[in-house]
């Protein structure tokens, strides 16, 4: 009894001009050439929509 692969998520992040490692909200880094981009289609990451929503409501003033 196998357990069934992770469904893919959309993460949050952003991407480096200098050497295109993509460092998300949730924390993860993708190096460059290792993530492939993921249009809307799936999911979005838990953890990155949290820090984003705390981040729209409560950081800037």
């Not at 998300?24 to 190096?31: I, N, R, V």
């Amino acid at each position: 009894m196998g357990s069934k692969p992770a469904k893919p998520v959309v993460h949050r992040g952003t991407k480096s001009w200098w050497n295109g490692d993509v460092k998300t909200l949730c924390g993860l880094t993708f190096k460059s050439g290792n993530s492939r981009e993921m249009w809307f289609h799936s999911p979005p990451c838990p953890a990155c929509e949290a820090v984003h929503k705390a981040n729209k409501s409560g950081g800037k003033r």
